[in-house]
């Protein structure tokens, strides 16, 4: 099992502010690894720090065996390295299937194609992707008119239609109500298994994550405090402590 | 059908106006010329959100390229700056070094999109806008202290070889083939991917970066692009006006800001909006000049105010608002009769 | 050129001068960008007017003195000129654009600028005119600097000025809330701060500054209708290379600008100088933008 990526002693600080510090982790290829840890312990940073957001500090970042860490955002998204954001962002003006026409990989892209017109194969994929995530009906309106949670879908649904070979998530289910989470994970355990998406997940739902990953790793105070599958996580002394604040 | 109808309409009164009223046969010149102003500025503008209030910058390199290369060609340097009758040049000469003044004019455009915009479309919101003022402000003021192209006193362009009614009605159908062309490219390349991607990073740039286009290729096509409309409408404007310098050529608070604004009056980030915009703007303008005269400006300026504050939305974005079944997005709500499965359980 | 510039190298003292009347102008053009970083700041509005409400002020200080008042008397006059001017523009078209998106509001001023600068046309007529102070030259360095004591007065007036505002801010309770409001205007309105009366107020006072400044342009150098536009740039430029809550580093970019000034138009020649202005301005933000990309932040 290879890894498809590996940070090595990534370090990150804002300021005075050590966001992240001396973090080592790998992401096996065709997995779902989790990463929780209570609220500002450095989890979004990481993730900026992989995809090229911000530049790190010091220690390695490598994707497929490449290090990564000193180019930027476009580039690393056309190596097949994609993430979503927290406070999930499409493109409010354009519709439903307009957000999934352009979200198709750029890697090939000469400068002819940029004057290609949309074709049919597109337009299916982008329709087949939104139906895959319950968004069909609402395909024609405009993305800013979607509610939080729809949003949401149409982001996840955007990535996939770039087919990324590993997909960072940041919250994918907060602010979803309750009852459509099941279906939110049953998707991310699809694209994982049936379109071979690499998933890298942050989450603060325990029962969504224990669900979903193989392995976790647990932050807090910028550092890794502990990794390892969910059932051992869930009893790790570490972990609860993180989370209720222990001394 | 009604489309196919409108555009008929369009292209046929177009053609067929000069018949009906060779008078303001000038006038409907300038028309074709505000509405090519305002499509060019909607590219970076409204469809991509890139407020840019220095395009005039291109209008006024061809300008002075064609005046340049045809001063280059056939006279001596001094006689453009103390003669003002200018020995005539044949029908070939004049037109042979208008086209390659033309193309020469819309070269050096695009290379200065290409360059300057390597900087300046890395700036974002309203940093590009003030930076884009001062470009175009520059451009005005370097023109006027440049000996090469007559600094101040400016340079007499040839005179048509042909007679006034010929004149009119090469210019006019000059402008009105060169909207048309205008038109019917930006209609096909918003249709295209690139269409999508402009409004991508209008929407979102960082996500658009984040999902990996290549904004600094779209970015700077786009800006290029309408380099090359302006430059050749600048191109003839300064020959139709027989004369040109900075006021002609880089026309800032006057065709500079219009740009922007007859964009926004028609609805930016439309198609037709610029072009409806570009029609009132112009006719308020010309009613301004003949009513108002010295206080025509004054008047401008303050419908310029008039439209930011109670109708930035455009008229576009009014008629969406008053009547959405006919103008707004049409939503079907059929579902999809495929076999993907998990569909039911949302 | 190469020939200025070997004027510049041969005689040291002629880069004297221009470094002096560079600093001495440079502190009008700090007091605009004061008042523009204020409004900014305040409520985030880049006001493309502000040359124009310079421009205005000095015209009635041109007025005034064509009645028979000194000019420096009718600094007042014009601050309190503008102020009623800037309540009334406020009141009538800004406060329209104030929660909107920035760029409305740069076009909104931008034609409130067309507006005045064609009025000023139509009304004053477009000649260059100047008003005499009746004030002496002082001669500095074997008569080889001269400077007009009006420039010395200027200078002074406009740091002190500068000096006024900033305790004004940072004393009055009305200066408290306008900081406050700046800070955090819905956290200002909860604590029961009039955001509506602050911000009326504070762009009336950016241009009753403008207005102080123009009376102390029209003396010092000279006054047309055009002039808004060029200070409207000076006074971005100098804001964003200071940020926006520096007196100190206005008042030095206000100089060094100044000085650049002069240099350019001596090098280049005066009919580049405007060009140099606003090419510098091109040239300030590209190359901050380049420095920020470096470390991979995108300025907002």
């Known amino acids: 099992m290879t890894n498809i990526l590996e940070v090595s002693g990534a370090s990150k600080s804002f300021g005075g502010v050590v966001a992240n510090h001396n973090i080592t982790l790998a992401v096996p290829r065709g997995r779902i690894v989790g990463l929780i840890g209570p609220n500002g312990s450095g989890k979004t940073t990481l993730f900026g720090s992989i995809v090229g957001y911000h530049a790190i500090d010091e220690g390695s970042v490598k994707f497929e065996k490449r290090e990564i860490s000193s180019l930027r955002v476009p580039e690393i ?59 069909y009906q609402k395909r024609l309106l405009p993305a800013g008119e979607l509610s939080f949670g729809q949003q949401k879908l149409l982001e996840f649904a955007m990535a996939l239609m770039n087919e990324p070979k590993l997909l960072l998530l940041d919250e994918p289910t907060a602010g979803i109500n309750p009852t459509l989470i099941n279906g939110i994970i049953d998707r991310l355990k699809r694209a994982n298994t049936e379109m071979g ?38 009893t790790d002394q570490r972990v609860i402590d993180a989370y209720l604040g222990g001394n | 059908m009604k489309q196919r109808l409108l555009y008929l309409l369009v292209a046929g ?38 407020n840019s209030f220095g395009n005039i910058l291109f209008f006024g390199v061809g300008c002075y390229a064609v005046v340049v290369i045809q001063r280059e060609l056939f006279f001596d340097f001094n006689e453009y700056r103390n003669v003002t009758d200018l020995t005539p040049l044949s029908a070939v000469e004049y037109f042979w070094s208008f086209a390659i003044g033309s193309v020469v004019g819309a070269v050096l455009s695009v290379a200065l999109a290409v360059l300057l915009g390597s900087g300046i479309l890395g700036l974002r919101g309203h940093y590009f806008a003030i930076c884009t003022l001062g470009l175009g402000v520059a451009a005005a003021e370097i023109a006027s202290g440049w000996e090469f192209i007559g600094a101040g006193s400016g340079m007499v362009a040839p005179m048509f070889p042909g007679s006034p009614d010929g004149r009119g009605l090469f210019f006019y159908y000059l402008f009105f083939v060169l909207a048309v062309i205008c038109f019917l490219s930006l209609r096909w390349l918003y249709s295209t991917r690139f269409g999508l991607a402009l409004n991508a990073i209008r929407d979102d740039e960082d996500k658009a970066e984040a999902m990996g286009i290549h904004t600094t290729r779209y970015k700077t096509s786009a800006w290029c692009i309408a380099a090359l409309f302006l430059s050749i409408a600048g191109a003839g404007f300064g020959q139709l006006n027989n004369f040109i310098d900075r006021e002609v050529a880089f026309p800032g608070p006057t065709f500079g800001v219009w740009m922007v604004l007859m964009a926004i009056l028609g609805g930016k980030g439309t198609l037709w909006g610029p072009v409806i915009g570009a029609v009132i703007f112009h006719v308020t303008q ?59 359980e949302v | 050129m190469l020939s200025n510039l070997n004027i510049l190298l041969d005689a040291p003292i002629v880069s004297g001068q221009l470094i002096l009347d560079g600093i001495l102008i440079g502190a009008i053009f700090a007091l605009a960008a004061y008042g523009m970083a204020m409004v900014w700041g305040v409520m985030n509005i880049i006001n493309i007017a502000q040359g124009e409400f310079v421009m205005l002020g000095g015209y009635v200080t041109l007025g005034l003195t064509a009645l028979g008042l000194h000019p420096l008397a009718t600094i007042p006059f014009s601050a309190l000129a503008l102020f009623g001017f800037g309540w009334l523009v406020y009141r009538l078209i800004i406060f329209r654009v104030v929660d909107k998106d920035l760029f409305i509001s740069i076009l909104a001023t931008f034609g409130i600028s067309i507006v005045l600068q064609q009025l000023a046309n139509e009304l004053f007529s477009a000649d260059v005119q100047t008003v005499r102070s009746g004030m002496d030259t002082l001669f500095f360095a074997d008569n080889m600097i001269v400077v ?13 000025l500068g000096g006024v505002l900033f305790l004004f801010l940072k004393t009055t309770r009305l200066g408290q809330a306008i900081r406050a409001t700046a ?56 804001v964003i290379v200071a940020g926006l809550g520096n007196l100190l580093g206005v008042v030095a970019a206000g100089m060094s ?27 300030i933000l590209v190359v901050r933008n380049l420095l920020a990309k470096r470390r991979r932040q995108v300025l907002k």
């Open chain 1, 77 to 135: 998204a056309r190596l097949g390295l994609l993430r979503t954001f927290q406070q999930t962002r499409i493109y409010g003006k354009m519709n439903c299937v307009q957000n999934m026409e352009i979200s198709t990989s750029h890697v090939q892209e000469s400068l002819w194609d940029m004057f290609r017109p949309l074709s049919a194969a597109t337009t299916n994929k982008a329709e087949g992707l939104l139906d895959f995530v319950g968004l």
């Open chain 3, 257 to 283: 600008l100044g000085a650049a000034e002069n240099f350019a138009g001596f090098i280049l020649g005066t009919e580049y100088q405007a060009a140099f202005v606003f090419s510098l301005l091109v040239v």
């Open chain 2, 286 to 344: 010309e009613v301004f000049w003949t009513y108002l005269f010295g206080w025509q400006r004054v008047a401008m300026g303050a419908f310029i105010v008039l439209i930011v504050v109670f109708f930035p939305q455009g008229i576009i974005g009014w008629l969406r608002n008053c009547w959405p079944e006919r103008f707004g997005v049409r939503v079907d709500d059929d579902a999809r009769s495929a076999q993907v499965s998990l569909r039911n």
């Open chain 3, 148 to 160: 007009n004591s009006i420039k010395l007065v200027g200078f002074v007036a406009a740091l002190v």
């Open chain 3, 183 to 238: 800070q955090n205007a819905r956290a200002a309105r909860i604590v029961g701060i009039d955001t509506h009366k602050v911000y009326s107020f504070t762009f009336a006072l950016n241009a009753a500054i403008c207005g102080a400044a123009g009376s102390l342009v029209v003396m010092t150098w000279v006054i047309h209708p055009y002039l808004g536009l060029p200070y409207t740039i000076r006074s971005f430029m100098i």
């Open chain 1, 197 to 234: 998406i690499t998933l890298f997940v942050i989450e603060h739902n325990m029962r969504v994550i224990m669900d979903l990953a193989d392995h976790i790793y647990c932050l807090a105070h910028g550092q890794i405090l502990a990794a390892g599958a969910p059932a051992e996580l869930r």
């Open chain 2, 13 to 50: 009164g177009g053609a067929l106006a000069p018949l009906v009223a060779l008078d303001y046969i000038i006038q409907f010149s300038l028309l074709w010329m505000m509405i090519i102003f305002a499509l060019t500025w909607d590219i970076a503008g409204g469809q991509m959100g890139y």
